[in-house]
């Protein structure tokens, strides 16, 4: 069965650090996303991406956040100069969808990266 | 009022027991309705969308409301494999008009116990 996968698992990281979080979305959709869940807490929206571009962004994904596709197979996620509070497990998604309004498709996870900044 | 409220639970049930959750959302607009399952952590599963005429799939029954805006999930037959957290996720519209943003609630958490 075809699956989400991420790497690294854990990335343990300093405060100020760039860093990279590489997702592999299943191969036929074309819908991907981004979540972030702080242990103890609700999954949190951050991005959505569809054809090339960010579809919607929530309030959390300000201008340290930035998503790329750069080829394809792999999506993204950088967070350019990491904070203490931005220790969370980061999870990618991807869902089958035709069209950009069309959010009404199922998402699949991967299984995450837990991001730890000291 | 939040975007997505679910009660945190515990729900303790005993094996075979049938357990229902309910979900409500703020916001009438909202398109697209699912359950999800959590388990310690672990990514997210889908479990079912929830459809406006209720959808069943095995032990597991989903509902929605739209004059209520309320969806709900009962689970028949407990086995313990079934303890989890479950997660509602409401397509809620964009401010900016344009899409629409998947929200979580934080999940009611299920112990099944033998």
């Known amino acids: 069965e075809p699956e989400v996968t991420q790497t690294p698992s854990h990335q343990v990281t300093q405060m100020g650090q760039e860093v990279i979080l590489r997702c592999v979305p299943i191969s036929n959709h074309l819908y991907f996303y981004w979540y972030r869940q702080i242990l103890g807490q609700k999954v949190e929206f951050l991005v959505s991406f569809y054809n090339n571009e960010i579809s919607e962004k929530s309030e959390i994904f300000d201008d340290q956040f930035s998503v790329e596709r750069p080829d394809g197979s792999n999506f993204t996620l950088k967070i350019r100069s990491t904070k203490l509070e931005d220790s969370a497990m980061y999870f990618c998604?991807?869902?089958?969808?035709?069209?950009?309004?069309?959010?009404?498709?199922?998402?699949?996870f991967g299984p995450g990266t837990r991001l730890t900044v000291t | 009022r939040k975007e997505v409220e679910q009660d945190p639970g515990p729900f303790n049930v005993p094996e075979g027991a049938t357990v229902a959750f309910n979900c409500t959302y703020s916001n009438s607009a909202s398109q697209s309705f699912f359950w999800y399952r959590q388990d310690c952590r672990k990514e997210p599963k889908l479990l079912m969308s929830v459809y406006s005429s209720g959808n069943e799939d095995g032990r597991f029954t989903a509902q929605l409301n739209r004059a209520s805006q309320y969806i709900s999930l009962l689970i028949r037959d407990s086995k313990l494999s079934d303890s989890a957290t479950y997660l509602c996720v409401v397509n809620r519209p964009h401010a900016s008009g344009g899409s629409y943003i998947p929200t979580f609630g934080r999940g009611t958490s299920l112990i099944v116990h033998p």
């Open positions: 998604a991807s869902s089958e969808a035709r069209g950009r309004r069309a959010i009404s498709y199922e998402q699949y």
